[in-house]
């Protein structure tokens, strides 16, 4: 998606990824490579430093959990600023940029100056956590729907459980891995089943994720912790049973090679 042109400089909202630099598309690479100024975000991989040219702007606007390099409006107010001075621009995002990241807020203000811009798709953490963990998000007769929710904001907003009685689907909660249980919990008043399989999958994209499963009403009583640093995603839904049922094969099989020696 891209807005018309002007005698501005240009924005180009690039899409990175869940970290990995192979996980980049090569529209994003070609952006970057020709870019004048370029602002990115944490939770990429250092590799994308090498692609910046020697000759850009760079800024890191990264934002953490109660570590933020840059407010949101500072954010604005730089893209505004560096377009106005006729400047290439790409703003550099972690996963998909219209998942989550504050993309609507950014093209507003842009919006507003009448600066053109455009938005580079990319992959998104949610489907590479999936993949890795060797699941299907959608499952014919079983799940045919997908809702993305905010772990960080959604238990203090009671119109986004809206809609959710019963869910059927599979859901999928970001940056909500730090409260699995309150998580679990609300999820259980919700009507979805205590039995339903719950997976939290840290540092996806790496080839090498960290995945923990249980139910919901396993992590009511005893909550999933995370065992990394990195960014974790969870699971909820019936399509995790297969890998549910996978890892209680392989603790059976280790408990009888132990039990055998």
């Known amino acids: 998606m891209s807005s018309n ?15 990995p630099i192979d ?5 994003g690479r070609n952006r970057i490579k020709s870019a004048d100024a370029i602002l990115y ?3 990429l991989d250092p590799g994308f430093l090498d692609l910046f040219p020697e000759t850009a702007q760079i800024l890191y606007v990264g934002k953490r959990a109660n570590e933020h390099a840059r407010t949101q409006t500072e954010i604005n107010s730089l893209l505004v600023e560096l377009a106005l001075e006729g400047k290439r621009v790409v703003r550099l995002k972690g996963g998909d940029a219209s998942i989550f990241g504050r993309l609507a807020e950014e093209i507003d203000s842009l ?20 993949a890795e963990l060797g ?13 993305i929710l905010d772990g960080h904001t959604i238990l203090e907003d009671e119109r986004s459980w809206i809609g959710m009685e019963n ?3 599979t859901i999928v909660i970001l940056m909500g891995s730090k409260k699995t249980k309150e998580l679990a919990e609300t999820l259980i008043q919700k009507g979805i089943k205590e039995t339903t399989p719950i997976v939290l999958a840290e540092n996806v994209g790496s080839g090498n994720p960290i995945y923990t499963t249980s139910t919901l009403a396993s992590t009511v009583l005893n909550e999933i912790s995370k065992q990394s640093n990195g960014p974790g995603i969870l699971y909820v839904g019936e399509v995790i049973r297969p890998l549910l049922q996978r890892n209680e094969k392989i603790k059976k099989s280790t408990m009888i090679s132990l039990l055998s020696e």
């Open 23 to 27: 996980l980049l598309t090569l529209r």
């Open 5 to 19: 042109k002007t005698e501005h400089g240009f924005v180009s909202f690039v899409s990175g990824g869940p970290g």
């Open 111 to 130: 919006e507003k100056e009448g600066i053109p811009f455009e938005v580079v798709p990319g992959v998104s953490s949610v489907t590479t956590g999936a």
């Open 41 to 43: 975000d944490a939770l």
């Open 167 to 169: 869910f059927l689907g």
């Open 135 to 147: 699941v299907s998000l959608t499952v014919r007769e079983i799940s045919r729907q997908i809702i």
